[in-house]
């Protein structure tokens, strides 16, 4: 009796120590025993899920919070990834990308969104151009790839097909949307064009060639400075994720027409510089400091100009009309040099790429965990009274099905589904003596164990209960036979274990083929 | 010294071509030796300005074609250029 509570006392600590230990990782790994712990570090090596199992739970719940916050802000923290059935319809790309769902396995499934969810570089898909399409492509961290099939966009929605993926993987989805560019966006890449270094070294170096030239020859300059302004549109759409369909054509199609507009391309620089200058005061008659002035750029000095009439009367007098003149000569430069740009990129189509990456780490895996009904151990079992240490393998049964990596986010996060997750029930038979014992006194070497087996992460557990025997004692003095001889009795165990049908190649047999 | 070049304009009427600036002058006053490269040709003429005045400096030339047109003054960093068309007919 004095032994039994002993046992259940131990046993219910372990539990306690269990819980507490698998929470902190794969430094729980470290409490057991010096053979055990070489085994297990050279696995957790090998297969990254069971160290990323143990330390993904914290980083996947953090995600989720955020999510609900920066999402729907309906669920609070306590929200969960949870694995998305495929048959009630497709997978939100907002949930997707605020990490509220995990993808399916198995089984192919749409994902569908709004183009107002897009974002290419910060800004709205929307803002750069008007989507007709979307494809793209995926590729998962067990080295799975796949094409999205291209999928016209008819109004502000769209849908994509991913093919099967794997389970606890974590995936990296690239949405190529493409279409023409939003006209009110041409003109802020005119503004960065006008601004940008390699644009502005074009202009000085046609200046320097064309110096005294005839005009051929300086219109042949100026077409060189017209294909590198080309080239420093497509960088810029570039940066803001646009790439055209076809870079060559429109290479060509950009430089002809901007060499078409040569001159209000090249003059509203020039016009800018001009009005920049002191004398004529053009800062004073926007109400502003000249530090802030000379900051604007050509976009915003057009807006300025447009926005709010300047007061000319802060301008010298004999410069007034003159200044006038050349402030009507700027925005028509800049408005003419916007039209040749908007005539070079007019039928252009673009693509922008969208990419989601929320498994791109261990941390976030965006695939549904596997969902198992049972294990297969092999261990060692430690039976105190018989002071033995055996070999054992061991069919875990759970109750219900459970994530194949206990650290993934349970459906309910209450304290019963995270018991429920961890424990089995074990059934299955204890092997040969590995502690070098010479007289067992387990006959015939073999004996049946049942037991409770609490899972540390995705391949280790601790498995403890009872270890049924038949005796095989030594004979007494006289060669007399004890009456316990040949008895069935049972012993205490407990031991670690790994779960071979964790490893990827088993996981079929003991896991469902598809998520739910 | 020159302070300011402003409003470049080339004027074409019946084959007779002008390319003029509006110059203004600084606190000094005095001669000022102002250059006009037109496309491949270059005119140079002096002129008095009174303190702080601003005025026209006009020159006729023969260049032709579409080019840079670059009016520069001696002594002075302020310098105007535009691309132009010295052809294009004016308005009448």
């Known amino acids: 009796m004095f032994y039994s509570i002993r046992r259940c006392i131990l046993l219910a600590s372990c539990l306690v120590c269990l819980r507490d230990a698998s929470a902190q990782g794969s430094g729980a790994v470290a409490s057991l025993n010096p053979a055990t712990l070489a085994f297990s570090a050279q696995a957790a090596g090998s297969a990254n899920g069971g160290t990323a199992g143990a330390t993904g739970t914290p980083a996947k719940g953090a995600t989720g919070a955020t999510g609900a916050t920066g999402g729907t802000g309906a669920t609070g923290s306590s929200s969960a990834p949870v694995c998305k059935s495929t048959v009630s319809g497709a997978i939100a790309y907002a949930d997707l990308k605020s990490q509220k769902v995990t993808l399916p396995y198995g089984t192919a499934f749409a994902i569908t969104g709004s183009t107002a969810d897009v974002q290419l570089g910060g800004r709205a898909l929307g803002t750069l151009i008007t989507p007709q399409s979307v494809n793209g492509d995926y590729g998962t961290s067990d080295g799975v790839t796949g094409a999205i099939v291209d999928s016209p966009i008819g109004g502000t929605t769209w849908t994509v097909n991913i093919g099967k993926l794997t389970p606890d993987s974590s995936v990296t989805i690239d949405f190529h949307f493409t279409g023409p560019l939003v006209p009110s966006y041409v003109n802020g890449v005119l503004t960065q064009m006008l601004v940008d270094p390699t644009f502005t070294s074009a202009t000085k170096e046609f200046a320097t060639i064309a110096h005294g030239k005839l005009s051929p020859d300086q219109m042949a300059a100026a077409a060189v400075m017209a294909q ?6 497509t960088a810029i759409l570039k940066s803001n994720g646009l790439v055209p369909k076809s870079p060559d054509d429109l290479k060509t199609a950009l430089g002809a027409a901007i060499f078409s507009k040569i001159e209000p391309v090249y003059n509203a620089n020039q016009r800018m510089a001009t009005l920049q200058e002191p004398v004529y005061n053009l800062a004073g008659a926007l109400s502003l400091a000249p530090a802030d002035f000379d900051k604007l750029s050509p976009q915003q000095l057009a807006d300025a100009l447009r926005g709010k009439a300047p007061d000319y009367s802060k301008v010298p007098e004999a410069s007034r009309g003159d200044v006038q003149d050349e402030v009507g000569h700027f925005l028509t430069d800049f408005d003419d040099a916007a039209s040749g740009l908007t005539a070079g990129l007019q039928g252009a189509l673009f693509t922008g790429s969208a990419s989601l990456a929320v498994g791109s780490d261990q941390a976030t895996d965006a695939v549904c965990d596997l969902q198992k ?15 033995e240490l055996r070999s054992f393998f061991v069919v875990h049964i759970y109750f219900g099905s459970v994530s194949a990596r206990p650290g993934a986010p349970p459906p309910k996060q209450t ?79 407990i031991g670690p274990s790994i779960d071979i049908s964790g490893l990827s190649a088993l996981q079929s047999i003991f896991a469902k083929a598809k998520s739910n | 010294m020159i302070a300011g070049f402003i409003r470049l304009q080339s004027v074409n009427k019946n084959g007779k071509k002008t390319v003029s600036v509006r110059a203004t002058e600084d606190a000094a006053g005095g001669t000022e030796t102002i250059t006009f490269e037109i496309i491949d040709q270059t005119k140079t003429v002096q002129v008095k300005f009174d303190p702080n005045a601003t005025q026209t400096v006009s020159v006729d030339h023969t260049a032709s074609g579409e080019g840079l047109v670059t009016v520069t003054a001696a002594n002075s960093p302020q310098t105007i250029q535009r691309v132009m068309d010295v052809d294009k007919p004016s308005d009448p």
Not at chain 1, 228 to 233: E, L
Request: hydrophobic content about 40%; overall charge positive; cysteine-free.
């Open chain 1, 415 to 493: 304290p019963a589904e995270w018991l429920r997750q961890r424990t089995s029930l074990a059934l299955g038979m204890a092997l040969s003596d590995i502690s070098g014992s010479s007289n067992s006194k387990i006959s015939g070497q073999n004996a049946f164990v049942y037991g409770l087996g609490v899972r540390l992460n995705k391949y280790f557990r601790i498995t403890a209960g009872g270890l049924l025997y038949r005796t095989t004692l030594p004979a007494g003095p006289g060669g007399a036979t004890s009456p316990a001889n040949g008895t069935l009795r049972q012993e205490f165990f």
């Open chain 1, 373 to 387: 009904y049972a294990g297969f151990d092999v261990g060692a079992l430690y039976s105190f009274r018989l002071s």
């Open chain 1, 228 to 233: 590198s302004a080309a080239s420093v549109v």
